[in-house]
T-cell receptor
């Protein structure tokens, strides 16, 4: 699996957009980019995933560069409840034998 | 739907004691997983079950056993607990719920081994 690099921490003001970067320069053509987050003491929560097109859902947007070597997760209007550790994972979907590899992620703090 | 549930929420064991962590999902998912998370670290996969009747080792299986009791339930057993197994344990299931096929996690079991 391709490795990912994320900044260890970021801050964002409440109501502003939070842009979380992820570098995955060794990604292969059939690997997807997944984002999860973990709010303190809770289980990880799926946010979004994509292959090469930009994706948007009710939680966030995912922007993947044309060369696919990096991506950005965007929370358009961050709230205090978005304070969490955000994990970027690159993975080829393998159905039931899929094994997600979690790094240390980015700790996002949303400030009032 | 309750999603993925885990019991107990907290447990304290003495070295050498045994216990079983329970996990159940009501989303009709085929695949289930057990992870552990140590302080300041990401999750590491212990065991997984791609489908009912099958189990496979993950990254850190030593000291653990699992049982896929049926499609809903996947248990993790510590036969002889060691302080190094102090951790937070998360169960997950994989399937398509609310649009995306991905893994959905339970709330975790916090285990302290003295």
């Amino acid at each position: 699996d391709a490795k990912t690099t994320q900044p260890p921490s970021m801050d964002c003001a409440e109501g502003r957009a939070a842009n979380l970067p992820c570098n995955h320069s060794t990604i292969s053509g059939n690997e997807y980019v997944y984002w999860y987050r973990q709010i303190h003491s809770q289980g990880p929560q799926y946010i979004i995933h994509g292959l090469k097109n930009n994706e948007t859902n009710e939680m966030a947007s995912l922007i993947i560069t044309e060369d696919r070597k990096s991506s950005t997760l965007i929370l358009p209007h961050a709230t205090l409840r978005d304070t969490a550790v955000y994990y970027c994972i690159v993975r080829f979907p393998q159905g039931g034998s899929e094994k997600l590899v979690f790094g240390k992620g980015t700790k996002l703090t949303v400030n009032p | 739907n309750a999603g993925v549930t885990q019991t107990p929420k907290f447990q304290v064991l003495k070295t050498g004691q045994s216990m079983t962590l329970q996990c159940a999902q009501d989303m009709n998912h085929n695949s289930m997983y057990w992870y552990r998370q140590d302080p300041g670290m990401g999750l590491r996969l212990i065991y997984y079950s791609a489908s009912e009747g099958t189990t496979d080792k993950g990254e850190v299986p030593n000291g653990y056993n699992v049982s896929r009791l049926n499609k809903r339930e996947f248990s993790l057993r510590l036969e002889s607990a060691a302080p190094s197994q102090t951790s937070v344990y998360f169960c997950a299931s994989r399937g398509r719920t609310s649009g995306a096929e991905t893994q959905y996690f339970g709330p975790g079991t916090r285990l302290l081994v003295l």
